[in-house]
């Protein structure tokens, strides 16, 4: 797992307190040191605590994960139609599945090695894909998914600058049997509800695949990749 990234990996997993990220930090522990962040250490909808969280663990980094992301909360669930439109919800969406993690990508990045190969990686969705969308629905987790993937897409432009062995990728994970998944599991075809092992194992196989040329890009589990 991860052969093409040196040994002894320095590793930060952001949402280390759900079900993939868990994953990813029991998948990375014996790949070096992984510094799993929940909410209490970043929150994503506060810009300071991410600036300080950064500052505390400092670098060289080789990974950072992000593994993180709004469906559904106690406010309610992804809007069917445009009547259901909220600009609470629409303004929660983004900062949570946008904003954040874009704010992350600007206090970590500068931390990432730039002699060897690094990658930091976001979980997006496909459906955040504007290309692919042929069902509609979902107003606010689509739409911030989408931004998600030209904020990370923007800022791999900038990143090659600095660091031209790095990767900055939006990974789909698939239908993964977590908390953000199970109230719309009863659809899932056969075979296709994945384990958050199983989803973080794959997406740790897509980013040992991909290379500086693949940096910016969307990609799903199985290593395709995904229209935006």
């Not at 997006?124 to 993937?149: F, P, Q």
């Amino acid at each position: 797992m991860l052969t093409t990234f040196a040994p002894d990996l320095r590793i930060v997993v952001i949402g280390a307190s759900g079900g993939i990220g868990s994953a990813f930090v029991d998948l990375l522990r014996p790949r070096g040191k992984v510094i799993p962040l929940a909410r209490a250490d970043l929150d994503l909808t506060d810009p300071a605590s991410i600036t300080a969280a950064a500052a505390r663990i400092g670098g060289p980094l080789d990974l950072v994960i992000v593994a993180t992301g709004l469906l559904h909360d106690a406010a309610g669930g992804p809007e069917k139609s445009l009547r259901d439109l909220d600009t609470t919800r629409l303004a929660r969406s983004f900062a949570v599945n946008a904003t954040g993690p874009a704010l992350v990508a600007a206090a970590f990045l500068p931390l990432l090695r730039t002699d060897r190969k690094t990658a930091f990686a976001a979980l997006s969705a496909r459906v955040g894909s504007i290309a692919d969308n042929r069902l509609g629905g979902w107003y606010g987790y689509r739409a911030s998914k989408a931004a998600l993937n030209q904020l990370l897409r923007t800022a791999a432009i900038e990143h090659a600058r600095r660091a031209p062995l790095s990767v900055v990728a939006s990974l789909h994970p698939g239908t993964v049997d977590t908390g953000l998944s199970a109230p719309f599991q009863r659809g899932v075809a056969q075979g296709k509800l994945f384990t958050p092992a199983f989803s973080a194992r794959a997406m740790l196989d897509v980013l040992d695949g991909l290379t500086p040329t693949d940096s910016g890009g969307l990609y799903a589990w199985d290593g395709a990749t995904i229209p935006f």
